[in-house]
């Protein structure tokens, strides 16, 4: 793998691996790298109101679980400097539209959710700088957000083996966070340690989030990755060539359920039938205590078209129908362990979730 070897001492260089930002704050604006047309364009979308972000997030400029939550609560100190401060404002009633509507720009991940009552939460304890106040709590939101990936990769990579192989789903690194990402957090943190030898990127049909971004975003950072066809992950894991199955998360319900990118659960199937261990890693602003199990997450449909053309052009004859479900669920009793920054739930159950989470 290039440059791995000099990744294996003891000390992790976070900022050396670790190179690419989703997320950029300017004081007046909120610059999200346009993952749409990633890898091949670098470019950055300037948002400068709390619509134009609610539309970044809907229209998947900015992705991922966490980096939704934060790019949401750059969104409300967007909204917060944009309305008038005359006496007597009722800052959370005023910002409350623009907050409903960043919180319908998608469904299935908690994260988004979870960062807009946080907002809400600190402008209604907020005295007369509740401006600066919103500023502050999105910059901790997307700094904890960090923090709590570095750790998650050091406890992660605890659970794996030196000399094996990971199979990746989706994009759940920098770009879809803070920074450091998920599971490909704990994935730099395993192949820094030496314990992983073998990174494997299913490309993730329809938006490609592995092929386009996963892959891209290991190659900025020295670390080798094969690509395979999402249809190939079976065949892969009958090979011997992976021993861990590593995915993020966009919502844990209380049981350990988990929704993530489709196609995550036919991986869960396919590696318990192989005998191979299936990783769950998110922060716990993914955890989600009030859905008791996934058959009560909202699955996000998306457009046909995604399925129906590839870069604009249609490539399925006339007439036929697409269904474009974008998230499924993971039943608890495939997972082995959810690595969050509060610790590790192996085998996870209503029990084992609520001792971590209600403690
Ligand atoms: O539709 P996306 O690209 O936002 O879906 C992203 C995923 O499903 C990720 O696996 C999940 O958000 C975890 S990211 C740290």
């Keep these: 793998m290039a440059d791995n070897a000099a990744m294996t001492a003891s000390s992790f260089d976070f900022d050396r691996y670790d190179h690419v930002r989703p997320i950029r704050w300017t004081g007046q604006a909120l610059e999200l790298l346009d993952q749409r047309v990633l890898p091949f364009s670098v470019d950055h979308v300037r948002c400068l109101d709390s619509d134009a972000v609610a539309a970044a997030i809907h229209n998947l400029t900015v992705r991922g679980a966490p980096a939704i939550g934060i790019a949401a609560a750059w969104g409300v100190v967007l909204a917060a400097n944009a309305i008038d401060a005359g006496n007597g404002l009722d800052a959370a009633a005023a910002l409350a539209p623009a907050m409903e509507r960043l919180n319908a720009a998608r469904p299935t991940a908690v994260n988004l959710a979870w960062a807009l009552a946080r907002m809400r939460k600190t402008l209604v ?6 401006r600066v106040v919103l500023t502050r709590e999105a ?14 990769g050091a406890l992660g990579a605890g659970l794996i083996a030196p000399g094996s192989g990971v199979l990746t789903h989706c994009n759940t690194g920098s770009l ?8 490909l957090g704990v994935i730099r943190a395993g192949v820094a340690q030496g314990r992983i030898e073998r990174v494997f990127a299913g490309e993730t049909r329809p938006w490609n989030q592995g092929a386009r971004l996963t892959v891209w975003e290991l190659q900025q950072d020295g670390i080798d990755a094969t690509l395979i066809a999402d249809a ?10 992976v021993q861990w199955v590593i995915v993020g998360a966009d919502r844990i319900c209380a049981n350990g359920d988990t929704a993530n990118k489709i196609g995550t659960y036919q991986l869960a199937i396919a590696a318990r ?8 890693v998110a922060p716990s602003s993914t955890v989600d205590m009030g859905t008791a199990s996934g058959e009560l997450i909202e699955i996000e449909e998306r457009d046909p078209a995604e399925l129906l053309s590839f870069r604009g052009q249609r490539v399925v004859a006339e007439g036929v129908h697409a269904w474009n479900p974008v998230f499924d669920v993971t039943p608890h009793d495939l997972i082995d362990a959810i690595v969050t920054e509060k610790g590790v739930v192996e085998r996870p159950d209503a029990g084992e979730m609520r001792a971590l989470f209600e403690a």
Excluded: C, P, Y
Aim: no cysteine.
């Design 273 to 280: 039938h192989h005998g191979l261990k299936f990783m769950v």
């Design 176 to 183: 879809a966070t803070a920074g450091f990402g998920t599971a």
């Design 125 to 130: 304890a907020a005295g007369t700088d509740w």
């Design 232 to 241: 190939a992950a079976s065949h892969l894991m009958k090979t011997g060539q």
């Design 139 to 152: 910059q901790a939101i997307e700094a904890e957000d960090l923090q709590a990936n570095r750790k998650m």
